[in-house]
């Protein structure tokens, strides 16, 4: 049996979220926007998340908050992070604190999409 895959994406606005939707339309995704995380959103991530995708650019305190989430997070979710060129010394952290990969902004919400593609169908498929 399958699971319906669901995607969080920490975010300051809605930008990515909506592009990921309209990027995974018709597909049997569910895309969740959140600015925060609070106790029973990181219950949510830990049970029914397939994807935690922090965006550290837009985040309050440019990156630190989501360098606080990523360690809360570490090793009980899948999560990638999306940086600019200027946290690029937090890269290395990231991988440490268990990101599966990051990427680096500019990118397009069609080729995130694509690459995120891969993450959620390998933890989608239950045994």
Not at 1 to 6: G, R
Not at 20 to 27: N, T, V, Y
Not at 108 to 124: K, N, P
């Amino acid at each position: 049996m399958q699971s319906t895959p669901q995607v969080i994406v920490l975010e300051e606005t809605p930008w990515l979220t909506s592009g990921l939707r309209r990027e995974w339309s018709g597909q049997n995704v569910r895309v969740l926007f959140r600015d925060s995380i609070d106790s029973e959103m990181e219950s949510t991530i830990r049970n029914e998340c397939q994807l935690l995708i922090i965006d550290m650019e837009t985040l309050p305190v440019t990156g630190v908050t989501g360098l606080k989430i990523a360690r809360k997070m570490k090793r009980q979710s899948n999560f990638l992070c999306l940086i600019n060129q200027d946290q690029r010394d937090h890269a290395r952290d990231l991988i440490d604190l268990g990101a599966i990969c990051y990427f680096e902004k500019p990118i397009s919400v069609h080729e995130l999409a694509s690459r995120c593609q891969q993450f959620i169908t390998q933890t989608s498929i239950s045994p």
